[in-house]
């Protein structure tokens, strides 16, 4: 028994023991309690360790945003694939080779430029104006602190600038622009009709003759795979703490003590007017933008309209269109000087000219916001909810190292460890190699349960780790062999697959149909009369394409070829599992680059140069990363 135990110590028992030790002081933040302790590498990047933090906060951003935009679409195996961790290592490794890249040649993103990238972005606008609050607020329900969120942006800011000063340095000639133009401005003549498939289906008749026969001709497609059931004991996190009540009292002190978490931190809004001075000004240089700003803060003072004022005066090219608005400003976010005067002001104050490296700023303070907690009421529950996790947390340390000495030293059964740790034994619904639901769509689940361990030789399970709080041990139940299935269990599903599979058919058929009559010269109307389908026309403006329907026929028709002068060109496409479209293209009218306006001359342009950027930079990518020294440690992933 004791060389059973040692043999599988190799795997989670071993692991358990290092949480056991590390853990507590993660959760309780004596972080610094066993200095020079061993650090886990996932891989070294030109001799640089990248740590397993940084990796599995990339893993935990790049799964929120696949389960945000894709919902309960989203496989979550593929999270535990090779597929997927090695995909978020490559970008983290990119990342870092473009951040040093960066840092060496002096890109950098100054507080202002910082403060005036986080404002302009929609999310954090209230009736357009940068909301601190929900910006804060936005940013937590991300799972980022403020401090994170804002490094990511400082060095997504420095990689915006190779990309604009790439896409700057692409030369465009005006016959690319005039071609562009050509192409980007088409307009397509059209009409089209859409088949549904539902009269097909109507019509569609399978003979039980043939329903028969497709049994019978791949009987392999109509085969029920081997299956199991399993008893199962589940340890995690959640349920624990769903069971532990704290007192009132521990929230209130835990409120008491940890106020400054339940802060809003204190902010300010300002804009301001820059006469910037060079680095290697004059003393006179510098004087003289000295007396203009001080001129400027005067006329503020009087009454003038400050915006305005930022318009036309401030030599800031960032914040001079918004009037000078900077939005928020928190202490360490901006340089020294002007922090130091911002949060001076009082409400609405005018300060003196203000020196910093860029030159004289003469700052108006539009809104302040003090530190402010919020009340025990408010936040009791999280206060709870937390409490009763860090509890659950050091027990489910204790109770996993119980559960998993009792599996393995009574391997017969799950019963013992049961009764001894107060779990219940549940039974699992039929699952089989590749599919399953509750327990049963776990993949390390479902491949330990078909083991010889659990299956032949109706052993405890080793325990799975199902996510980092969630473990389950599981013991055979219930087996089926591969059976072929009777053709009364497959019948219906047979004869639906047929008949959907014959109604697709006669609609495409019937829409090569129509568009062979079309060609042949039957007029378009008539022939779809004749058929009681509706002709609709699509919009020639790309602006009036919102139907997904017009978007998906718009793709068709202009991936069409343009018809001969005095012709028309037809053709069928379809758009989903029950719509078919014939359409006809009547003329295609290209751009005309004499009538494009300056402005569509200007943004046409903007996008070569973009593309041609992009090609830059990846190209720029691509060879710091063929350059670079990388070892990836896969077995820390």
């Known amino acids: 028994m004791l060389t059973a135990i040692r043999d599988r110590a190799t795997g ?11 853990i507590p002081f993660a959760l309780w933040g004596i972080n610094s309690y066993f200095e020079g302790a061993s650090k886990i590498v996932v891989a070294t990047v030109n001799g640089v360790d990248l740590e397993r933090p940084p990796y599995q906060q990339a893993l935990s951003e790049q799964r929120r945003s696949l389960v945000q935009i894709m919902g309960r679409n989203v496989d979550a195996e593929y999270f535990s694939s090779t597929a997927f961790k090695t995909q978020v290592l490559d970008s983290l490794i990119d990342n870092n080779l473009q951040a040093a890249y960066l840092r060496e040649r002096g890109y950098r993103v100054t507080d202002e ?14 009736d357009g104006v940068f909301d601190p609050t929900r910006y804060e607020t936005l940013v937590r329900n991300a799972g980022l602190s403020v401090e994170a969120f804002e490094q990511q942006q400082r060095q997504q800011g420095a990689v915006d600038q190779l990309r604009i000063g790439l896409s700057e340095t692409a030369f465009v000639i005006p016959a690319m622009t005039d071609r562009a133009i050509g ?26 003759v043939a329903v028969q026969a497709e049994y019978e001709k791949h009987p392999q497609r109509y085969v029920q795979p081997a299956q199991m059931q399993v008893d199962y004991l589940q340890l995690s996190v959640d349920a624990l703490a769903e069971q532990i009540a704290v007192p009132e009292a521990s929230a209130q002190d835990y409120y008491d003590t940890n106020i400054d978490r ?18 290697d000004a004059t003393s006179d240089t510098v004087d003289t933008a000295r007396v203009k700003a001080t001129e400027l803060a005067a006329r503020a003072r009087a009454g003038e309209d400050f915006a305005e004022l930022a318009r036309t005066q401030s030599d800031d090219p960032g914040s001079a269109g918004r009037g000078g608005v900077l939005g ?19 409400q609405d104050e005018i300060s003196q000219p203000v020196r910093t490296e860029y030159g004289w700023h003469v700052i108006h303070l539009t809104d302040l916001r003090e530190s402010q907690a919020k009340p025990f009421t408010e936040v009791r529950s999280e206060i709870l909810s937390l409490l009763a996790r860090e509890s659950a947390e050091a027990q489910f ?8 000495n009792m599996v393995f030293e009574q391997p017969g059964s799950l019963v013992p460890v049961s009764d001894a740790l107060g779990l219940s034994v549940q039974r699992s619904g039929w699952f089989s190699r590749v599919a399953g639901s509750g327990i049963g769509a776990n993949a390390i689940v479902r491949e330990v349960s078909f083991s010889d361990e659990v299956r032949v030789d109706r052993l405890n399970s080793e325990m799975l780790e199902i996510d980092s709080d969630t473990l389950v041990a599981v013991h055979y139940a219930d087996f089926q062999e591969q059976r072929p299935q009777a053709f009364s269990e497959v019948r219906d ?12 058919a006669d609609q495409e058929a019937a829409g090569q149909a129509l568009i062979d009559l079309l060609r042949a010269g039957t007029n378009w109307l008539a022939a779809l009369d004749a058929r009681e389908l509706v002709s609709r026309e699509l919009p020639s403006e790309i602006a009036n394409l919102v139907d997904p329907l017009e978007q998906g026929v718009a793709a068709a028709v202009f991936s069409a070829s343009a018809p001969v002068v005095g012709s028309t060109t037809y053709g069928g496409v379809r ?22 306006t300056a402005e569509q001359r200007q943004q046409i342009e903007g996008l070569i140069a973009t593309r041609a950027g992009e090609e830059l930079f990846t190209g720029v990518a691509r060879a710091l990363r063929s350059a670079a020294q990388v070892t990836v440690f896969e077995e820390n992933l």
């Open 183 to 208: 192409l980007l401005l088409q307009r397509r003549r059209a009409n089209y009709t859409v088949l549904e498939l539902e009269p097909f289906a109507q019509a569609a008749k399978v003979t039980p």
């Open 113 to 126: 430029q910082l403060s005036q990238r986080i404002a302009s972005f929609a999310a954090f606008q209230s």
């Open 262 to 279: 339940f802060s809003q931190p204190g902010s300010r809004s300002a804009s301001h007017i820059l006469i910037s001075v060079p680095a």
């Open 328 to 346: 928020i400003i928190r202490p360490g976010t901006m340089t020294e000087p002007f922090e130091e005067a911002v949060f001076a002001l009082a």
């Open 575 to 596: 758009l989903d599992v029950s719509r078919y479209v014939v359409f006809q293209l009547e003329e295609v009218l290209p751009g005309d680059p004499v009538k494009a």
């Open 397 to 404: 340390l204790v109770l996993a190292e119980d559960f998993q």
């Open 12 to 22: 989670w028992i071993a692991w358990a023991l290092v949480i056991l030790i590390t």
């Open 493 to 504: 599903h047979i004869e639906d697959n047929l008949v959907s599979a014959a109604a697709l």
